[in-house]
């Protein structure tokens, strides 16, 4: 069962004690236990910790890119925000 969570909640993880949570498109993903693996460096994945990296993910990463990876770091889904 896939978990639901708020922006402010991915927002609050945003360490590797925490859990390093990234939203990208309306998936949640941990990426703690990736940064090692990351050949981008560990850096840029702990600046968009906490974050919506959907565009940074989108603009280095092909579609193949996430099918490799996405389903074992995906822990969620974003919930809608309500528009006013």
Known sequence: ???TFTKAEVANHKDE???M?????DGVY???AFLDEHPGGAKILKRVA???ATKQFWKYH???VMEKYGEKLKIG???ESAKL
Do not use: R
């Open 62 to 64: 092909s579609k193949s």
């Open 1 to 3: 069962m896939s978990k």
């Open 21 to 25: 949570y990234i939203i990208i498109d």
């Open 17 to 19: 004690k925490e859990g």
């Open 77 to 79: 889904t974003v919930a």
């Open 50 to 52: 906490g974050k919506d």
């Open 30 to 32: 941990d990426v703690a």
